[in-house]
């Protein structure tokens, strides 16, 4: 065995039992709901021509944005991306998933932090403002939805960038 293969295998040994320490530290402080989610997060892209669309910032610095495709006052499609931690990208895929669906005036009573705690099966405390963020993005999606059908002149002028 070469000098470089040894050295190779270390690496990834070393490399594989970090990963493994990390996994269960997030076991212990996450439910496996949250996890899955960071991990697999649902509904994570960007849509473009969003009838609907939010960009807000966090209070830790996170940003999420929102986009909604709606179609007889019912959500038909919808996205969110973020540059936060796993916990905002949990957050904003169960606030999606809750709206997907649903009418304007149901995604507007269904999407709340609390929804979207009880369905993570919780966040520790330092988290749930990722939770805040993901439900307040959705709010100001739906209101941006709402004004958009009042003036839907000013859609045209919007730019909603899409990468």
Known sequence: MTAN???DEDLEKFAKELQDQIMSQLRQQYSAEVID?????RNFKRIENP?????VKGSCGDSMEMFLK???????DCGFFTDGCG???ACGSIATEVAQ???????LALVSADEILKRLGGLPEEDVHCALL???????ALADYLFQKKQSWKKLYRKVEVE
């Not at 989610?37 to 997060?41: D, G, H, L, M």
């Open 5 to 7: 293969k040894v050295k």
């Open 37 to 41: 989610r960071w991990q697999n997060p």
């Open 51 to 55: 009838d609907g669309y939010a960009q």
């Open 70 to 76: 709606i179609e007889d006052d019912r959500i038909i």
């Open 87 to 89: 916990t905002t990208i």
């Open 101 to 107: 669906g649903k009418s304007f005036i149901e995604a």
């Open 134 to 140: 993901a439900a307040e993005t959705m709010r100001r």
